[in-house]
C-alpha cells in the first residue's frame, strides 16, 4: 500500500485576469493575508494556492500589461477550471479596452465558470446596471448556454463582497468540475532527458503482450512530442485525433503524457497529468529509484493506478 499522506492534493487551477491596475494581486493578497496591502506590478505571472472551503486552488495571477495579455493570458485561461475577470470600475476610460479581452477570454474557455469582480467600488465608480451593459452580460447565455456567471461589485479595499463573492464561485467551480470524467486509455512519463520511465498502454491490451508496441504510431507520437518539447521552457501541450486526445505536461524533471478517449474533458485530464508529475516530482527521484535496474525504469502501473483513484475516484476512469 502507499502512503496517502505523501500524496500532494489535486489542485484546482483558476486565473485572475483583468487590465493591469485593476486590482488582481491586492485581491490575492488580501485572500492570503486579510488584509489590504501594498503590491507591486506583476511581471509575468505569480502563482499561489489557496483554500476555500476545504478545496484546494491553484491561482494564476496574470500580468494584465498588455505584453502579458498577448504572451500567457490564453494559455492559463484555457487550462482553468474557473475564470475571475476583474475589473477597475472606477477608470471608465479602460473599460472598452478591458471588455475586448474579456470576451477573448470566454471563447478560449467556454465552459469555466465566470466571475466578474467590478473593483474599486470605494472610489466613485461606474454602476452595476450600466456595468452590465458595458461588458454584454446580457450575451453570455447564448455564447455559452451552460456557463454559470455572475458578476460583483467588490472593493479589495474595504474587503465588500469579497467572500460572498468567493463562495460563489467556489461552489459553481464544484459543481462545474463534478460533471467532469476522463477515460484514460495509456499513461506515459519520461525524464526531461527524454528517457521513458514508465509507459502503460490500457486500451485493448492483449492479456499476454504487455508489451506496448502494439500500438506503435501512438507511442513514436508521444516520443517525437516528448522529445520536440523537451528544449522548451515549462508547458502544456495536447494532441487531439480522430478517437483519442493526448494531453501532455511537462514540468521541472518530468513529462506525462496521457491518452484519453474523444469523450474525456481535456481540461481534467490535464489537470490529472499535472498531479501525477507534482507528486513525482516531489518524491523525485527516491521513488523512481526504487523502480530503476539496468538503468531502465518501469515504474509501476498499479502505483499510478491507485494515486490517480485516490485523487480523482470516480472522474476517472482507467480503461480495461
Ligand atoms: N481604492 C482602491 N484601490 C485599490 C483597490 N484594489 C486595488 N487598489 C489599488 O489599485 C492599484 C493596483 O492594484 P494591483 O493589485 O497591483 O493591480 P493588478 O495590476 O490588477 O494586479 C494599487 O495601487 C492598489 O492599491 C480597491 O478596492 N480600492
Ligand atoms: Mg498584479
Same mark, same amino acid.
Given at each position: 500500500?502507499?502512503?496517502?499522506?505523501?500524496?500532494?492534493?489535486?489542485?484546482?487551477?483558476?486565473?485572475?485576469?483583468?487590465?493591469?491596475?485593476?486590482?488582481?494581486?491586492?485581491?490575492?493578497?488580501?485572500?492570503?493575508?486579510?488584509?489590504?496591502?501594498?503590491?507591486?506590478?506583476?511581471?509575468?505571472?505569480?502563482?499561489?494556492?489557496?483554500?476555500?472551503?476545504?478545496?484546494?486552488?491553484?491561482?494564476?495571477?496574470?500580468?494584465?500589461?498588455?505584453?502579458?495579455?498577448?504572451?500567457?493570458?490564453?494559455?492559463?485561461?484555457?487550462?482553468?477550471?474557473?475564470?475571475?475577470?476583474?475589473?477597475?470600475?472606477?477608470?471608465?476610460?479602460?473599460?472598452? !479596452?478591458?471588455?475586448?479581452?474579456?470576451?477573448?477570454?470566454?471563447?478560449?474557455?467556454?465552459?469555466?465558470?465566470?466571475?466578474?469582480?467590478?473593483?474599486?467600488?470605494?472610489?466613485?465608480?461606474?454602476?452595476?446596471?450600466?456595468?452590465?451593459?458595458? !461588458?454584454?452580460?446580457?450575451?453570455?447565455?447564448?455564447?455559452?448556454?451552460?456557463?454559470?456567471?455572475?458578476?460583483?461589485?467588490?472593493? !479589495?479595499?474595504?474587503?465588500?463582497?469579497?467572500?460572498?463573492?468567493?463562495?460563489?464561485?467556489?461552489?459553481?467551480?464544484?459543481?462545474?468540475?463534478?460533471?467532469?470524467?476522463?477515460?484514460?486509455?495509456?499513461?506515459?512519463?519520461?525524464?526531461?532527458?527524454?528517457?521513458?520511465?514508465?509507459?502503460?498502454?490500457?486500451?485493448?491490451?492483449?492479456?499476454?503482450?504487455?508489451?506496448?508496441?502494439?500500438?506503435?504510431?501512438?507511442?513514436?507520437?508521444?516520443?517525437?512530442?516528448?522529445?520536440?518539447?523537451?528544449?522548451?521552457?515549462?508547458?502544456?501541450?495536447?494532441?487531439?485525433?480522430?478517437?483519442?486526445?493526448?494531453?501532455?505536461?511537462?514540468?521541472?524533471?518530468?513529462?506525462?503524457?496521457?491518452?484519453?478517449?474523444?469523450?474525456?474533458?481535456?481540461?481534467?485530464?490535464?489537470?490529472?497529468?499535472?498531479?501525477?508529475?507534482?507528486?513525482?516530482?516531489?518524491?523525485?527521484?527516491?521513488?523512481?529509484?526504487?523502480?530503476?535496474?539496468?538503468?531502465?525504469?518501469?515504474?509501476?502501473?498499479?502505483?499510478?493506478?491507485?494515486?490517480?483513484?485516490?485523487?480523482?475516484?470516480?472522474?476517472?476512469?482507467?480503461?480495461?
Amino acid at each position: 500500500m502507499y502512503n496517502v499522506q505523501y500524496l500532494p492534493r489535486k489542485r484546482i487551477p483558476i486565473v485572475i485576469v483583468g487590465l493591469e491596475f485593476a486590482g488582481k494581486s491586492s485581491f490575492v493578497l488580501r485572500l492570503q493575508t486579510g488584509e489590504f496591502g501594498k503590491t507591486l506590478p506583476t511581471t509575468g505571472l505569480d502563482t499561489e494556492m489557496l483554500e476555500i472551503q476545504g478545496t484546494l486552488f491553484q491561482l494564476f495571477d496574470l500580468g494584465g500589461q498588455e505584453r502579458f495579455r498577448e504572451m500567457f493570458w490564453e494559455e492559463y485561461v484555457k487550462l482553468s477550471q474557473g475564470i475571475v475577470f476583474m475589473i477597475d470600475a472606477s477608470d471608465l476610460e479602460k473599460l472598452d !479596452v478591458s471588455v475586448e479581452w474579456l470576451w477573448k477570454c470566454l471563447e478560449w474557455n467556454p465552459e469555466a465558470p465566470l466571475m466578474i469582480l467590478a473593483n474599486k467600488a470605494d472610489l466613485t465608480h461606474m454602476e452595476l446596471p450600466k456595468l452590465i451593459d458595458k !461588458v454584454k452580460l446580457r450575451n453570455l447565455p447564448h455564447q455559452s448556454p451552460t456557463r454559470s456567471f455572475q458578476i460583483f461589485e467588490i472593493s !479589495v479595499k474595504t474587503g465588500l463582497n469579497i467572500y460572498r463573492a468567493l463562495n460563489w464561485f467556489s461552489q459553481k467551480i464544484t459543481i462545474s468540475m463534478s460533471k467532469k470524467y476522463i477515460k484514460i486509455e495509456g499513461i506515459y512519463l519520461f525524464l526531461r532527458s527524454g528517457m521513458p520511465i514508465a509507459s502503460h498502454l490500457f486500451m485493448n491490451q492483449p492479456k499476454s503482450a504487455m508489451d506496448n508496441d502494439i500500438v506503435p504510431g501512438f507511442l513514436n507520437a508521444i516520443d517525437e512530442i516528448a522529445r520536440g518539447m523537451m528544449g522548451a521552457t515549462e508547458g502544456l501541450d495536447s494532441l487531439i485525433a480522430e478517437n483519442y486526445s493526448i494531453v501532455i505536461v511537462k514540468k521541472k524533471t518530468l513529462l506525462c503524457a496521457i491518452i484519453v478517449d474523444n469523450k474525456s474533458d481535456l481540461s481534467l485530464a490535464r489537470m490529472v497529468a499535472e498531479s501525477v508529475v507534482d507528486h513525482l516530482e516531489k518524491t523525485f527521484p527516491q521513488e523512481l529509484n526504487k523502480y530503476q535496474t539496468n538503468g531502465r525504469y518501469l515504474f509501476p502501473k498499479n502505483f499510478l493506478v491507485y494515486y490517480l483513484q485516490q485523487e480523482f475516484q470516480d472522474q476517472v476512469g482507467i480503461s480495461t
